[in-house]
């Protein structure tokens, strides 16, 4: 991890301050979305996408009220847990990154979630691999909605049977549906492929799965999501600053 990003080379009180005043920032803003969008506040859960921060930019997050936090590398987060063990008790981590079969072990024993599951091989080792003492993981499967570029999340078409699949595992709790579309500028362009995806959300609600997650929504288009019905918006740079290219 680097240490010289934007946020990380002003003196920790600084920062502490500078995360507190972003935090406030955003939750306001997704107060104000749910306000225009007709929904309450308390339906939208916030994750701090805390992916080539340091813990302690994390540390000043909690210290201003966040307890749940998204990473995307998996060795990158060992590493922040391992340094907030102190804390252990009181964070929620949420594992949102690519993930392969042959991480899946150290993802099922240090997280509480993970929202990019998108085949049915990681799902089978995620829930055999959950430790007993711990509670079922909680899971979202990742949709490719509008990204057809990307090799991450299982097409559209193919949801339905690894929902079905998932929902009979018994050390995972099906909760959800996670997409990343594609970047687009416009309110109605970022609106559209949050519509289909909740779309399934409902569709397979209606078939009868549990499902109350919808995690959808990023620093640039948290207020289309919030019109769209996100109940989980997973927001970065707004909390911690721009993230360094070069890693
Ligand atoms: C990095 C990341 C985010 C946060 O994106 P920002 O634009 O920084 O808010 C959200 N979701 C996933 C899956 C990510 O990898």
Same mark, same amino acid.
């Given at each position: 991890?680097?240490?010289?990003?934007?946020?990380?080379?002003?003196? *920790?009180?600084e920062?502490?301050d500078?995360?507190?005043?972003?935090l406030?920032?955003?939750r306001?803003?997704i107060?104000?979305?749910a306000?225009?969008?007709?929904?309450?506040?308390?339906?939208i859960?916030l994750?701090?996408?805390?992916k080539?921060?340091?813990a302690h930019?994390?540390?000043?997050?909690?210290a201003? $009220? @966040? #307890?749940a936090f998204?990473? #995307?590398y998996?060795?990158e987060a060992l590493?922040k847990?391992?340094a907030?063990t102190?804390?252990?008790?009181?964070?929620e %981590?949420h594992?949102?990154g690519p993930?392969q079969s042959n991480?899946?072990k150290?993802? +099922?024993?240090?997280?509480a %979630?993970v929202?990019?599951v998108?085949r049915?091989?990681? +799902?089978?080792?995620l =829930?055999?691999?959950r430790p007993?003492?711990?509670?079922?993981?909680n899971?979202c499967?990742?949709?490719?909605?509008?990204?057809?570029a !990307?090799?991450?999340g299982?097409?559209l078409?193919q949801?339905q049977? &690894?929902?079905q699949a998932?929902?009979q595992?018994?050390?995972?709790r099906?909760r959800?549906?996670?997409a990343?579309?594609?970047?687009t500028s416009?309110l109605a362009?970022?609106?559209?492929?949050y519509? @289909?995806l909740r779309?399934?959300f *409902?569709?397979?609600?209606? @078939?009868g799965?549990?499902l109350?997650?919808?995690s959808?929504?990023m =620093?640039a288009? &948290?207020?289309?999501?919030?019109l769209?019905?996100t109940?989980?918006v997973r927001v970065?740079?707004?909390?911690? $600053?721009q993230? !360094?290219p070069s890693l």
């Open positions: 991890m680097r240490s010289d990003g934007a946020i990380e080379n002003i003196c *920790e009180a920062m502490t500078e995360i507190a005043h972003r406030a920032a955003v306001s803003q107060a104000q979305a306000h225009a969008a007709g929904r309450r506040t308390d339906e859960k994750l701090a996408v805390s080539y921060f340091s930019a994390l540390r000043a997050a909690f201003a $009220g @966040q #307890s998204g990473e #995307s998996l060795q590493v847990i391992a907030l102190d804390l252990n008790e009181q964070l %981590w594992f949102i993930l991480k899946t150290l993802v +099922a024993t240090h997280f %979630w929202h990019s998108d049915l091989k990681v +799902a089978q080792r =829930s055999e691999q007993t003492e711990l509670p079922p993981l899971v499967i990742q949709i490719n909605i509008s990204d057809e !990307s090799k991450h299982v097409p078409e949801a049977t &690894l929902a998932i929902s595992m018994p050390r995972l099906l959800g549906l996670m990343i579309p594609a970047a416009t362009a970022q609106r559209a492929p519509r @289909q779309h399934l *409902e569709t397979l609600r209606t @078939q799965l549990a109350d997650t919808l959808m929504g =620093s288009d &948290l207020n289309a999501a919030v769209e019905g109940t989980l970065g740079t707004a909390i911690f $600053g993230r !360094s």
